[in-house]
C-alpha cells in the first residue's frame, strides 16, 4: 500500500495534481483507516499512470474519464477527434509562427513584396529610416484599402523614383525630419519641388487616381496621416496651395493660387511623398 506521496512519486505526477484529480473525479479517493491516512493500491497506481499519459498526450481532462471508461472502439474514436484537435493547434502555433517572423522583418509586416520593394528602394536613394517608416506606414493603409491594385500602384512608384526630382525631395524631407526646426527654409525647396512635380503629373494626365479617390474615407485616412506624424505638415500644405496646389494624397490644381499664407511656419512629414503615395 502506498501514501499518497509515494503515489504520485510512482505515477510521475505531484501530489497536488493527485488532489485535484480527486476533486473533479478522476481518480478515486480511499477512506482514511483509523490512524487517519489514505492507502493507495496498485489499481491506483495503474489509473494514475494512464491519467498522467492521456493528460501528457494533449487530452483534456474533461474527456478522461470517458476515455478510460471505453471500449477499444471507442477508445480509438476518441484519440482520432483528439489528434485532429491537435493538428487544428498546430497549424495555428506555425500560423502564428509566421506572423511573428515577419513582425521581426520589420518592412514585411502587412505589406506585399511590391511594396517591401519599394521602400528598400527609398533606402538606397538616400531616404532616412523616419522617412522610410512613415511611407511604410501609409502603404499599410494602401495594401489593406486596395489589395487589388497595389502591383499597378507600385509599378508606377518605381517608375516615379527615375525622376531625380522624386529622389531629392525624399531625401529633403529625410533631412527636414531629423532637423525638426519649425522655419527650415528646406520647406521652401520641398514645396516647389512638389509643384513641379504635381505640374507634371497634372500636364501628363497622372493626377486621377479613378476609383480610388471616390473613396473620400480612404483618401482622409491617407491625407491624416503627415499630420499626425508631424505638425510641419500643415505648413507645407499651405505653401503648396500658394503654388496652385491643393491636397496631399489627390493633388488638385486650384482655379486660382491663393494670396501667400500667414500661417505660422510649419514643415513636412514623413508622409509628405506621399502626393506619390497612390498617384
Request: glycine share 8%.
Amino acid at each position: 500500500m502506498l501514501t499518497i506521496g509515494q503515489l504520485a512519486a510512482y505515477a510521475g505526477v505531484t501530489v497536488r495534481a493527485v488532489r485535484h484529480y480527486h476533486q473533479i473525479g478522476l481518480l478515486p479517493e480511499p477512506e482514511r483507516d483509523a490512524s487517519g491516512y489514505r492507502w493507495y493500491g496498485a489499481r491506483a497506481v495503474v489509473s494514475l499512470i494512464k491519467i498522467r499519459t492521456l493528460a501528457n498526450a494533449g487530452v483534456p481532462l474533461s474527456q478522461i474519464g470517458r476515455m478510460l471508461e471505453a471500449d477499444t472502439s471507442a477508445f480509438a474514436e476518441a484519440l482520432q477527434q483528439i489528434d485532429g484537435h491537435l493538428r487544428e493547434q498546430i497549424e495555428q502555433l506555425e500560423s502564428s509562427r509566421e506572423q511573428i517572423a515577419q513582425l521581426a522583418a520589420g518592412d514585411s509586416l502587412a505589406l506585399p513584396p511590391e511594396v517591401i520593394s519599394y521602400l528598400d528602394r527609398l533606402r538606397e536613394i538616400g531616404a532616412s529610416e523616419p522617412m522610410v517608416e512613415g511611407e511604410r506606414d501609409g502603404w499599410i493603409l494602401v495594401a489593406a484599402l486596395w489589395p487589388d491594385r497595389i502591383r499597378e500602384i507600385m509599378s508606377a512608384k518605381h517608375a516615379q523614383l527615375d525622376d531625380p526630382r522624386l529622389v531629392r525631395l525624399y531625401r529633403v524631407l529625410s533631412e527636414l525630419i531629423e532637423s525638426d526646426a519649425a522655419d527650415d527654409p528646406r520647406l521652401e525647396e520641398a514645396a516647389d519641388i512638389m509643384a513641379a512635380l504635381a505640374e507634371q503629373a497634372y500636364t501628363a494626365g497622372e493626377l486621377d487616381l479613378g476609383e480610388v479617390a471616390q473613396d473620400d474615407l480612404a483618401v482622409g485616412l491617407l491625407d491624416a496621416l503627415p499630420l499626425e506624424a508631424d505638425p510641419r505638415a500643415q505648413r507645407l500644405l499651405d505653401m503648396m496651395r500658394e503654388r496652385g496646389w491643393a491636397g496631399w494624397t489627390q493633388v488638385e490644381r486650384l482655379a486660382e493660387p491663393p494670396a501667400p499664407s500667414r500661417c505660422e511656419p510649419g514643415g513636412a512629414t514623413e508622409g509628405s511623398a506621399q502626393q506619390g503615395g497612390v498617384a
